[in-house]
């Protein structure tokens, strides 16, 4: 079965800082990959994906993130933090059938606290 | 932008009693999904639904859970008879096709009192 790690439960980093969430995956074929970010109270938003071609995908907000097949690992990075990047992030993964079945596995998620 | 839209956002019932989760997903999109996030814990896939089926189900997902597309545009969540476990943020997602990105709902935050 597919499985997200997430090793990093709580990260804190400066403004201005540069930041990696580390995220490894466990999936027998070629998997299918998700940052998305929550901030307090609110619902999941999509940073980034990672479905097939260039390995390091781009996204909002400045982020952007490499597959490493031969690491299984996807890892968030940002050069430079933002006060208002302090929020959860969860790594998932997805797996496609014949049925369009793109459920997700997360991870635990890993909480980034920005401090001046 | 199209969005998901759930409601209500915040739902506090009392123990056995039923609750329906509403949600809006985006109109053009196929796939449609209820999550569950236990506070403090991950998010944990419950169902997915497509072609008014649905497709798969987790452990959760049992038989005090049902989902169900009544008028081609809203899709719900039935909880039958509430446990205080159930009490967690419940999330609706849908996706356009085969493997696009899910677009996530606000959520619900269900207390089972």
């Known amino acids: 079965a597919q499985s997200v790690t997430q090793p990093d439960i709580h990260i804190t980093v400066s403004e201005g800082a540069s930041l990696e969430l580390r995220c490894n995956y466990s999936y027998g074929a070629t998997p299918y990959l998700f940052w998305y970010v929550q901030s307090p109270g609110q619902g999941l938003q999509l940073l980034l994906k990672?479905?097939?071609?260039?390995?390091l995908v781009q996204g909002i907000k400045g982020f952007e993130a490499e597959f490493k097949r031969s690491q299984s690992s996807f890892n968030l990075r940002k050069p430079s933090v933002h006060w208002s990047d302090a929020a959860e992030y969860f790594c998932a993964v997805a797996q496609g059938t014949n049925f369009g079945n793109e459920k997700l596995t997360f991870g635990t998620g890993t909480r980034l606290t920005i401090i001046p | 932008e199209p969005e998901v839209t759930q409601t209500p956002s915040h739902q506090v019932t009392q123990m056995g009693q039923e609750v329906i989760l509403r949600c809006v997903p985006i109109s053009n999109h196929l796939y449609f999904y209820w999550y569950r996030q236990i506070l403090g814990q991950k998010v944990e896939f419950l169902v997915s639904?497509?072609?008014?089926?649905?497709?798969?189900k987790s452990e959760i997902f049992d038989d005090q859970f049902s989902v169900e597309r009544p008028d081609g545009s809203n899709f719900t969540l039935k909880i039958r008879s509430t446990k205080l476990e159930d009490s967690a943020m419940y999330f609706c997602?849908?996706?356009?096709?085969?493997?696009?990105?899910?677009?996530f709902g606000q959520g619900t935050r269900l207390t089972v009192v």
């Open positions: 997602a849908s996706s356009e096709g085969v493997l696009t990105e899910a677009f």
């Open positions: 990672y479905f097939s071609g260039d390995t």
């Open positions: 639904f497509y072609n008014n089926e649905i497709s798969e």
